[in-house]
């Protein structure tokens, strides 16, 4: 895991899911799986939040909510669909009122499939995240610098 100037923020948004999902995400928080050790704090505010991890589908009601975090976290940023149901849909994917999973609306980066996703499966996602978000940081400070050279 990269070594990075600010703990990541996420935050967690639960679009359609059964709640299966979500309790093993609250487990990643108790101390036998402890995923804050790693500096990762659970922010319920966009602006403060680095990486995005959706847990459930899209459907018509929770799709302008989930642009409309996703538009409010600066950049950069981390998608994590966290579930089968965020990936693709997964069991509700033929009911009518779900369009499918999370890149149906946003750009997501890590897919953790599962149902109920593992919260082993769930911390290896969200450190994958980190290290992707560190990246991005380290590409958008290059940019910058070039760009001040270049001025
Ligand atoms: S992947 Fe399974 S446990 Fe997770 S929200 Fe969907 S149905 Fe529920």
New binding site residues.
Partial sequence: MPKMAKSPWLLHYDGS?????DIEVLACLTPVYDIERFGIINTGNPKHADILLI??GINEQNKPVVEQIYSQMPKPKVVVAV????CNG???KECYNILGGVDKVLPVDIYVP????RPEAIMDGVLKAVELLDKKQNEAMAKERRENHAG
């Fill in positions: 899911s059964c709640n299966g999902c847990t459930g579930g089968i149901c965020a997964g069991i509700f599962g149902c109920a996703a």
